[in-house]
């Protein structure tokens, strides 16, 4: 059962052992930021990263999804990059239109089991960790 979330607060601790947002329908993104330290961290050129992992239109890179998965660094035991993953998935939840935004968040927590749980944090620590997400992905917003 969630904790009791005062009004201005939320609570979110990620779970251990849980994958859940990982494996929601949709695209993971790259900022170049990102896929220059995934890249290194994988002991990769960035150039050789984007060949391998990325599909680039004009104004964004995502990763390339493979069939029946989500995410190519997902494994059975967890993300293969945690220490290196990119800006949305390190955000997650703490993303614009879901951190502010109380049906949003209240129907992700649906889904997500660590969205209720934790230390409580206040709605603007929230939402100038979502603000990352407007300088990581410019043109999406």
Same mark, same amino acid.
């Given at each position: 059962?969630?904790?009791? !979330?005062?009004?201005? #607060?939320?609570?979110?601790?990620? %779970?251990?052992?849980?994958?859940?947002?990982?494996? =929601?329908?949709? &695209? +993971?993104?790259? @900022? /170049? $930021?990102? $896929?220059?330290? !995934?890249?290194? #961290?994988?002991?990769? !050129?960035?150039? $050789?990263?984007?060949?391998?992992?990325?599909?680039?239109? =004009?104004?964004?890179?995502?990763? =390339?999804?493979? @069939?029946?998965?989500?995410? +190519?660094?997902?494994?059975?035991?967890?993300? @293969? *990059?945690?220490?290196?993953?990119?800006? %949305?998935?390190?955000? #997650?939840?703490?993303?614009?239109?879901?951190?502010?935004?109380?049906? /949003?968040?209240?129907?992700?927590?649906?889904?997500?089991?660590?969205?209720?749980?934790?230390?409580?944090? %206040? *709605?603007?620590?929230?939402?100038?960790?979502?603000?990352?997400?407007?300088?990581? &992905?410019?043109?999406?917003?």
């Amino acid at each position: 059962m969630p904790n009791e !979330t005062p009004e201005g #607060f939320l609570r979110f601790e990620c %779970q251990r052992g849980c994958i859940k947002c990982c494996e =929601r329908e949709g &695209y +993971v993104y790259f @900022s /170049e $930021a990102d $896929a220059r330290q !995934t890249a290194k #961290f994988l002991g990769m !050129t960035l150039r $050789a990263f984007d060949a391998k992992y990325i599909y680039k239109t =004009r104004h964004q890179r995502r990763l =390339r999804k493979l @069939s029946k998965r989500q995410c +190519v660094f997902l494994t059975p035991d967890g993300c @293969s *990059i945690h220490e290196a993953k990119p800006t %949305q998935c390190r955000l #997650f939840p703490f993303w614009p239109g879901l951190a502010g935004m109380k049906r /949003e968040w209240n129907r992700t927590a649906k889904w997500c089991p660590g969205i209720g749980q934790g230390p409580l944090i %206040q *709605i603007g620590t929230a939402m100038e960790a979502a603000a990352e997400m407007y300088d990581a &992905y410019p043109t999406f917003f």
